[in-house]
C-alpha cells in the first residue's frame, strides 16, 4: 500500500492530476492564486511527493509527472478510512453516508447498479 497523502501533498497532487505533467513553477503559481502558498512551500510540497513516489521531477524545467493516479489514491483513501473509522465495515461506511441525507431516484439506481457489479 502507498503512503498516506498529507493534506497539503494532496492539495499539490490535485494540481498536478488537473494538468497532467506541469512544471514546478507553474504548480507554485497555481498554488498561489488558489491555496495563497509562496513558491517555497509549494516547492517543499513538491520534494516530497518526489520522495514518496508519487511523482517525477524531469529536467530541463522541474516537469512534473504523476506516478500514482487519482483513481489508486481513492482507493487507497477509502481503504484507509474504512480501516481506520469504520472497523472495516462497508456496511457501516455507507449507512453513515446514507443516514443524513435523502436520495434521488437515479442515485438509487447507481448504487443498485455498483452493488450487483461487486
Not at 37 to 43: H, V
Request: aromatic fraction near 6%; proline fraction near 2%.
Amino acid at each position: 500500500m502507498r503512503e498516506k497523502l498529507f493534506d497539503s501533498e494532496a492539495k499539490v497532487m490535485e494540481i498536478i492530476w488537473d494538468k497532467g505533467s506541469i512544471s514546478a513553477k507553474e504548480i507554485s503559481l497555481i498554488a498561489a492564486e488558489s491555496i495563497g502558498w509562496n513558491k517555497n512551500t509549494t516547492y517543499t510540497v513538491i520534494k516530497k511527493l518526489e520522495a514518496k513516489g508519487f511523482i517525477r521531477r524531469d529536467d530541463p524545467g522541474f516537469i512534473c509527472t504523476p506516478l500514482v493516479s487519482r483513481d489508486e489514491m481513492q482507493k487507497v483513501e477509502v481503504k484507509s478510512l474504512l480501516n481506520k473509522v469504520f472497523g472495516g465495515s462497508r456496511k457501516a461506511l455507507f449507512s453513515a453516508l446514507l443516514e443524513d441525507e435523502e436520495l434521488s431516484e437515479n442515485e438509487i439506481d447507481e448504487l443498485h447498479k455498483l452493488i450487483d457489479k461487486g
